[in-house]
Each structure stands twice: as C-alpha cells, then as structure tokens.
C-alpha cells in the first residue's frame, strides 16, 4: 500500500506551516537490510492499572502508560510474531536493577522485581538477548552494539515505550552508531497521545524511519 510521508498519527497536531518547514526531509522509507528487532522496556510496570485512560491510574500507577500500552499489545504481537518467522535477532531492553543510578529522577511506583519482567505477551525465547540498562538509551554503558556486531545486524526494527523517553533516547544512538532505524508506529506509546505523535514527527523527520506495522510487515514478508 502506497502511502505518503506524512500519512502518520501526528496529522492532526501538526499544522502545514510545520510540514512545509520540513519537506526537506522526505525520502523513501524502508526497513534496512539485515534487521534486528529491539523492543524497549516492554515489562509489565507499563501496563499498570489495565486498559484504562492514565490520569485514571497515575495515582497509584505513576509508571503506567494505561490504555496506551495495552492498545499496542495486539500490534506487537504480530510484529513479533513476523519478527520470529523471518529468523530476526531480536534483543530486550529492562531496567537494570542492581544499580544506584536509575534512568530518570521521577518517582515511581514501589515495584517488586516482576514489574521490570518482560510482560508475557512477548516473553524472551532461547537465543533472545534482554540487555539491562541503567539510563533511558539501550545502548548507553551496554553490550548491545557487541551483540548487533557479533550477529552481523545492519538495521534495527523499535518498538516499546516510552516514545518521548527510552525509545527516542536509543533510536537516536542507534542514530548516531550508524544503524538505519526503522519505528513502528502502532507498536511504540507513551503516557500522553500528544508526546508520543510529537516525539514521533521529530523522529521520522530527524534520525528514524516512522513505519506502520502492516508497512513493516509487508517488507518482512
């Protein structure tokens, strides 16, 4: 399906004047040649409180991304699942624990271990790698650039959350170590629609290509 650069959710908050401003960066978009899958922070802390609108929860669930997250369940899935078919590596990224130094200084929730598990909808099988990290990028003070070299990857596929935090921080590392990104759009949330479509815009724009998942599906096939 044929579709145009901007054909993406952030439409409807970003105006003509900002798109004319930025025409300059419209290109063909593809996923690169020999991809891995990265999906970042998918652990079950950001699904507290279930399916429901985040300033409902935020009270007792200040980490979650509410309905947002479990919105992006379903098109996860089958990003995985297509991930997997066509024999991707595919790496996690969680919270390290064991450190004193944590990615943000915001409050957070009291969490017990299971919140920073990879919620079970997209559990790590054998030979997935899950690369603890202490600050909001995968790829700071991490193996992970070890790892894509030792597998020979070219390109990465993101999915995960949080738009505006931990996937923008490592999509534009990704960026910068010369990996062509890919983003997929309706598998990537935040805790706000209007961060996560901004922080897409800039992405796409800048350091990313922004696909739909049905897009990156299509190429994968």
């Known amino acids: 399906m044929a579709r145009g650069f901007e054909d993406h959710c952030w439409r409807d908050v970003v105006g003509p004047e900002a798109l004319a401003i930025y025409r300059a960066y419209e290109r063909e978009i593809y ?4 991809p891995a899958l990265l999906a ?31 919105a992006a369940i379903e098109p996860t899935k089958r990003l995985f699942a297509a991930a997997r078919a066509a024999k991707l590596p595919i790496f996690y990224s969680t919270t390290d624990t064991s450190a004193t130094v944590m990615a943000t200084e915001r ?9 920073w598990e990879i919620r079970a909808d997209f ?3 054998p030979g997935d790698v899950v690369v603890k990290k202490q600050r909001a990028s995968v790829f700071y003070g991490t193996p992970l650039i070890a790892h ?4 020979g990857v070219r390109s990465l596929i993101v999915c995960g959350e949080s738009t505006s935090g931990c996937v923008r921080a ?8 010369g990996y ?7 598998c990537t949330f ?12 800039d992405l796409h724009h800048k350091y990313a290509d922004v696909m739909h998942v049905e897009d990156v599906l299509e190429q994968l096939r």
């Open 31 to 34: 996923v690169g040649e020999r």
């Open 148 to 151: 894509l070299n030792k597998l």
């Open 180 to 186: 062509h990104t890919v983003v997929v759009e309706e």
């Open 170 to 177: 490592s999509v534009v590392d990704a960026y910068s170590n």
């Open 190 to 201: 935040d805790r706000h629609l209007l961060s996560h479509k901004v922080n897409l815009f």
């Open 40 to 70: 970042i922070d998918l652990y079950n802390l950001a699904y507290g409180g279930g399916a429901h609108p985040v300033h409902e929860l935020i009270k007792d669930h200040p980490s979650t991304c509410g309905e947002f997250a479990w």
């Open 123 to 125: 559990a790590p099988q």
């Open 107 to 115: 409050r957070v929730n009291r969490v017990d271990e299971r919140s």
